[in-house]
């Protein structure tokens, strides 16, 4: 057995679930997973075809819904045939996959027709995220997914374990923790003793959120334009199938909004009560979302790892470990700043990972969430991480006035233009009245000012000796925070307007994604740049 094996032998947590994944490794044998894998194979298979094919399909089906209605019983036949084939590609997925545990690694063969064999050593993996969906919660089956950075290509996962050893596996797996070297002299004390503390009982919980925090959540952070977005083609028939429910249980719609038997009173106190109605089933959606998400939220900490345990149906589990954050965000939207809550996020390498700068990634292992808490707590829980003060209460430099004309310019203008055109079209026309549609015009001109100067409001700079904080937003507003170490590339960009005025614009790229920052000081942007170049080169640090 290698010096890995030895350490695990010397774990005094000696379970059932070690011994057997011990015996695993000790036997260096191919092994399958359990077949309730193939319930994983086919949901995923399912959620490609409904995310790849059916979304960008439902115009055409919405065209042609009066057809589909005629031949439901052909559509139907078509689903069971389609699902049949699922369930056959899922069956031989099962029987094609193996996984073999070594002392120091873990290896995966998989594949029908595109054979793959996939190579992972202990020490290349950055967190292990344990998923229980829904379909394996009655058998206590969980899925082990490996962040390695590495190609999203080459899926880390292993789809079907019991959860008690997929714990233990994760255990292993943060015991073989690479001791730092010199280059890693900017690393604090816990970080280097975390690779002693094995199976560490001692995590502290630093967080929970409750229902009454999640629904707050739902509320201030509503996404529900998205999914209506994708009903946009099914309105007229959602419409009519409304109409004819309400008719059956007596209620008359047309005539409740009907303006010619009604005052206008009446009239917009019905339209008013109609509105909130749908605001309200709207919210109550995003509400159930969030709790769908987040129900039993538990942030905690073991050593200098973080944990964040939380699903009502699909159990997610995602460890991070605290040196390998390079940034930390407190986003607010408006709502958010009314109420005094927080979204706040850690972000650690995000390079290769597939769908990792996608929006709302809740569950990316390269995120930590804690979502609505609020400000005092965002910020205790920041410098946790990263030893900073109140974000909010920082005093941000503001970037060039500049940047206004260069957003009214584009792509402000832009954006103008299209109203213009139109209704320049109607004022030549003769089919509107001038006065009105001028007013428009100029009532748009003002909003499109307005909101160039409120994201110009927003843009904020700061920095000290170790970090550097950037703020942004238009209506909500992003606190971001990461250290000057953790930059592994920066970006001097200056257009010839900026150079007439002497700005310039700086982009920070962190393994977790760039930042940029427009029309600052060119002074200023030099400083930054020179600054970071200059730890780097004098600490050479490890930006993982």
């Given at each position: 057995?290698?010096?890995?094996?030895?350490?695990?032998?010397?774990?005094?947590?000696?379970?059932a679930?070690?011994?057997q994944?011990?015996?695993?490794?000790?036997?260096?044998?191919?092994?399958?997973?359990?077949?309730?894998?193939?319930?994983?194979?086919?949901?995923?298979?399912?959620?490609?075809?409904?995310?790849?094919?059916?979304?960008?399909?439902?115009?055409?089906?919405?065209?042609?819904?009066?057809?589909?209605?005629?031949?439901?019983?052909?559509?139907?036949?078509?689903?069971?045939?389609?699902?049949?084939?699922?369930?056959?590609?899922?069956?031989?997925?099962y029987?094609?996959?193996?996984?073999?545990?070594?002392?120091?690694?873990?290896?995966?063969?998989?594949?029908?027709?595109?054979?793959?064999?996939?190579?992972?050593?202990?020490?290349?993996?950055?967190?292990?995220?344990?998923?229980?969906?829904?379909?394996?919660?009655?058998?206590?089956?969980?899925?082990?997914?490996?962040?390695?950075?590495?190609?999203?290509?080459q899926?880390?996962?292993?789809?079907?374990?019991?959860?008690?050893?997929?714990?233990?596996?994760?255990?292993i797996?943060?015991?073989?923790?690479?001791?730092?070297?010199?280059?890693?002299?900017?690393?604090?004390?816990?970080?280097?003793?975390?690779?002693?503390?094995?199976?560490?009982?001692?995590?502290?919980?630093?967080?929970?959120?409750?229902?009454?925090?999640?629904?707050?959540?739902?509320?201030?952070?509503?996404?529900?334009?998205?999914?209506?977005?994708?009903?946009?083609?099914?309105?007229?028939?959602?419409?009519?199938?409304?109409?004819?429910?309400?008719?059956?249980?007596?209620?008359?719609?047309?005539?409740?909004?009907?303006y010619?038997?009604?005052?206008?009173?009446?009239?917009?106190?019905?339209?008013?009560?109609i509105?909130?109605l749908?605001m309200?089933?709207?919210?109550?959606?995003?509400?159930?979302?969030?709790?769908?998400?987040?129900?039993?939220?538990?942030?905690?900490?073991?050593?200098?790892?973080?944990?964040?345990?939380?699903?009502?149906?699909t159990?997610?589990?995602?460890?991070?470990?605290?040196?390998?954050?390079?940034?930390?965000?407190?986003?607010?939207?408006?709502?958010?700043?009314?109420?005094?809550?927080?979204?706040?996020?850690?972000?650690?390498?995000?390079?290769?990972?597939?769908?990792?700068?996608?929006?709302?990634?809740?569950?990316?292992?390269?995120?930590?969430?804690?979502?609505?808490?609020?400000?005092?707590?965002?910020?205790?829980?920041?410098?946790?991480?990263?030893?900073?003060?109140?974000?909010?209460?920082?005093?941000?430099?503001?970037?060039?006035?500049?940047?206004?004309?260069?957003?009214?310019?584009?792509?402000?203008?832009?954006?103008?233009?299209?109203?213009?055109?139109?209704?320049?079209?109607?004022?030549?026309?003769g089919?509107?009245?001038?006065?009105?549609?001028s007013?428009?015009?100029?009532?748009?001109?003002?909003?499109?000012?307005?909101?160039?100067v409120?994201?110009?409001?927003?843009?904020?700079?700061?920095?000290?000796?170790?970090?550097?904080?950037?703020?942004?937003?238009?209506?909500?507003?992003?606190?971001?925070?990461?250290?000057?170490?953790?930059?592994?590339?920066?970006?001097?960009?200056?257009?010839?307007?900026?150079?007439?005025?002497?700005?310039?614009?700086?982009?920070?790229?962190?393994?977790?994604?760039?930042?940029?920052?427009?029309?600052?000081?060119?002074?200023?942007?030099?400083?930054?740049?020179?600054?970071?170049?200059?730890?780097?080169?004098?600490?050479?640090?490890?930006?993982?």
């Amino acid at each position: 057995m290698s010096d890995h094996a030895d350490m695990l032998e010397r774990t005094p947590d000696d379970s059932a679930s070690d011994a057997q994944i011990k015996r695993e490794i000790a036997s260096d044998e191919w092994s399958r997973v359990s077949p309730i894998a193939i319930l994983y194979f086919f949901a995923k298979t399912l959620f490609f075809i409904i995310n790849n094919i059916v979304i960008y399909s439902l115009p055409i089906f919405a065209f042609n819904f009066a057809k589909a209605k005629e031949n439901i019983v052909f559509i139907g036949l078509g689903c069971l045939a389609l699902a049949i084939l699922i369930a056959m590609g899922s069956l031989l997925k099962y029987l094609f996959y193996f996984y073999r545990l070594s002392a120091d690694r873990v290896e995966i063969k998989q594949g029908v027709f595109q054979k793959s064999h996939l190579d992972l050593p202990f020490a290349k993996i950055q967190n292990v995220k344990i998923i229980q969906p829904f379909y394996y919660r009655f058998s206590n089956f969980a899925i082990i997914e490996l962040d390695t950075a590495g190609s999203a290509k080459q899926e880390a996962n292993i789809v079907a374990i019991r959860l008690p050893l997929a714990e233990s596996f994760k255990h292993i797996v943060q015991s073989i923790i690479k001791k730092p070297n010199s280059a890693d002299k900017h690393e604090t004390k816990d970080t280097e003793e975390q690779g002693n503390q094995v199976h560490s009982s001692d995590e502290v919980v630093l967080n929970k959120r409750s229902i009454k925090d999640l629904i707050i959540h739902g509320i201030t952070n509503n996404r529900v334009w998205i999914f209506l977005g994708f009903l946009a083609p099914f309105y007229n028939a959602i419409a009519e199938n409304i109409g004819n429910i309400l008719m059956l249980v007596g209620f008359d719609i047309a005539s409740f909004l009907d303006y010619e038997t009604q005052s206008m009173g009446v009239f917009l106190l019905h339209l008013f009560s109609i509105f909130m109605l749908l605001m309200l089933v709207l919210v109550s959606f995003s509400i159930i979302g969030a709790i769908f998400v987040f129900f039993d939220y538990h942030l905690s900490k073991s050593g200098g790892r973080f944990i964040r345990r939380s699903g009502l149906f699909t159990k997610h589990e995602v460890s991070m470990k605290g040196s390998r954050i390079q940034r930390a965000v407190q986003q607010q939207d408006w709502l958010d700043i009314i109420i005094g809550r927080v979204n706040l996020s850690f972000e650690q390498n995000s390079a290769g990972v597939h769908g990792a700068n996608q929006g709302g990634q809740l569950n990316s292992a390269t995120k930590l969430i804690v979502p609505s808490v609020t400000t005092m707590e965002a910020d205790e829980l920041t410098l946790d991480v990263f030893s900073v003060n109140a974000l909010s209460k920082i005093s941000f430099q503001r970037i060039s006035r500049r940047f206004i004309v260069r957003l009214l310019l584009y792509p402000m203008l832009m954006i103008y233009a299209i109203p213009a055109l139109l209704l320049g079209a109607m004022l030549i026309n003769g089919s509107g009245n001038p006065t009105v549609l001028s007013a428009i015009l100029i009532g748009i001109l003002v909003l499109l000012v307005i909101l160039s100067v409120l994201r110009w409001y927003r843009w904020g700079y700061a920095s000290d000796d170790t970090f550097i904080y950037v703020r942004k937003g238009l209506f909500g507003r992003d606190f971001i925070v990461f250290p000057i170490r953790k930059i592994q590339q920066t970006k001097f960009v200056q257009t010839p307007f900026m150079r007439k005025a002497n700005l310039a614009t700086v982009k920070f790229v962190l393994a977790s994604g760039g930042i940029t920052v427009p029309y600052l000081d060119k002074a200023v942007v030099t400083n930054i740049i020179d600054e970071a170049l200059m730890v780097t080169a004098k600490e050479k640090p490890a930006w993982m």
